[in-house]
């Protein structure tokens, strides 16, 4: 049998194959906000309980998904998990209304809480840390990528055959992601194509030793971990807002009908792809030429993608709806160039047996701040306006970028050690 030449890439095309499949299943919903308001006679109110079944279910379904993927590996677990998603998915379609929509919207949060675990686990296993973000950026940018195609196809599926068949045909892709990545995915330690050479690069800069269970009480251990879960906690509701909230701000508060959001609604996320796999080269450009631990560095990427979040802040000052996108644009872009770097820095701090443990209790509290600031959007859009939530997610990401200084940050040169927490 041959060996195949820079397999962990290929690994790694997988993954963002999966994550762009995530995003399109998880963001129809959005997009169709404004029918599905008009076609199952919900308030916006209501519609904020639709997201948040989906983000409350999906926060407390993460931890259990990371330490499955850290107990049973990532093929098995990924591959069962794709398939319950896409049926939840296409499931949609049965909805007579916002309470119906919101058990299937439970559903797909349930089995996609394993996305983001099992990314960071694969990244890990399949790079050595000076590849790490840049992996952890290529594959976190397909949940912009995911995010970018759904409008336009989601759109042009319900304007030709109705908003059901759009939820059943975007739902099926899942099922056959199942079968696909069941049938490719292998770790590192078991695929019988992965050379030699590449073996040993791999694994360089990894400390020799037995794989040990995850373990729970390590990874609360840590007082880096704190740092981990805050900023995670203050980060999320930006994502959260561009996925769900967007399509129908534009729509009720600027103006624009569904096709015309079609034209620009891609853009928000095409940027997020830029700042995904951008600020994964950043970091090892800045750890280059600057000389300073890779921690540093990432946390410096961070840094400046929290200080772009400016953009969202500035929509109020803007009267165009095009240059409302173009805010959204670069908040886009600044909060994906910090969210992959987060993801690479929970593999910096923690051993590779509770990477997706880690990410998954860690995603369990940014989905709640995710779902905290849903319902709130929900209860204030009408009264206070959406333009004064949105600028909160400024603020929100400049915290979590000094909150992670405090936490993870190197000292003097040397990293900090990580201590048992009191």
Same mark, same amino acid.
């Given at each position: ?49 639709? *997201? ?154 990894? *400390? ?137 820095? *929970? ?55 000094? *909150? ?19």
């Amino acid at each position: 049998m041959k060996f195949i030449p820079k397999l962990r890439w290929k690994m790694l095309a997988l993954m963002l194959l999966g994550t762009i499949v995530i995003y399109v299943d998880r963001n129809v919903l959005g997009v169709l906000a404004p029918v599905l308001k008009k076609e199952l006679d919900f308030t916006t109110e209501q519609y904020s309980y639709v *997201v948040s079944a989906f983000q409350i279910v999906y926060s407390f379904s993460q931890p259990v998904a990371g330490y499955l993927t850290d107990l049973i590996g990532p093929r098995i677990g990924y591959a069962v998990a794709a398939f319950v998603w896409g049926a939840a998915a296409a499931l949609h379609a049965a909805s007579s209304g916002w309470v119906s929509m919101a058990g299937f919207r439970a559903l797909l949060g349930l089995s996609e809480a394993v996305a983001m675990p099992t990314g960071t686990k694969t990244s890990t296993l399949w790079f050595p840390p000076q590849e790490r973000s840049i992996a952890t950026g290529w594959f976190n940018s397909g949940s912009s990528i995911g995010a970018m195609i759904t409008p336009p196809l989601v759109i042009w599926l319900s304007t030709a055959y109705g908003w059901k068949p759009a939820f059943v045909i975007t739902g099926l892709l899942g099922c056959l992601l199942s079968v696909v990545w069941y049938w490719l995915y292998r770790d590192p330690e078991s695929h019988p194509r992965l050379s030699p050479e590449e073996r040993l690069y791999i694994n360089s800069g990894k *400390v020799d030793g037995t794989v040990a269970k995850p373990s729970l009480k390590a990874v609360f251990a840590q007082k880096k971990f704190i740092g981990v879960v805050i900023a995670r906690f203050l980060t999320e509701p930006a994502w959260q807002t561009f996925a769900f909230w967007i399509p129908l701000y534009m729509v009720t508060v600027r103006g624009m009908d569904i096709k015309q959001f079609a034209l620009f609604a891609w853009l928000p996320f095409l940027f997020s792809d830029l700042g995904c796999i951008g600020g994964g080269y950043l970091a090892p450009f800045f750890h280059k030429r600057l000389n300073i631990g890779i921690v540093n560095c990432r946390l410096l990427v961070i840094t400046i993608g929290a200080l772009c979040m400016v953009g969202p802040a500035l929509i109020s000052f803007v009267v165009s709806p095009v240059a409302a996108i173009l805010c959204f644009s670069l908040g886009g872009f600044a909060h994906q160039m910090l969210s992959s770097m987060m993801y690479a820095v *929970v593999g910096d701090v923690f051993e590779k047996s509770e990477v997706a443990t880690a990410t998954g209790i860690a995603g369990m509290f940014g989905y709640l701040g995710g779902a905290i600031f849903t319902l709130v959007v929900g209860a204030l859009a009408t009264t206070l306006g959406y333009e004064p939530l949105f600028a909160l997610l400024f603020l929100f990401d400049v915290v979590a970028a000094v *909150v992670l200084w405090i936490f993870i940050g190197q000292r003097g040169g040397r990293p900090v050690v990580a201590q048992p927490a009191e």
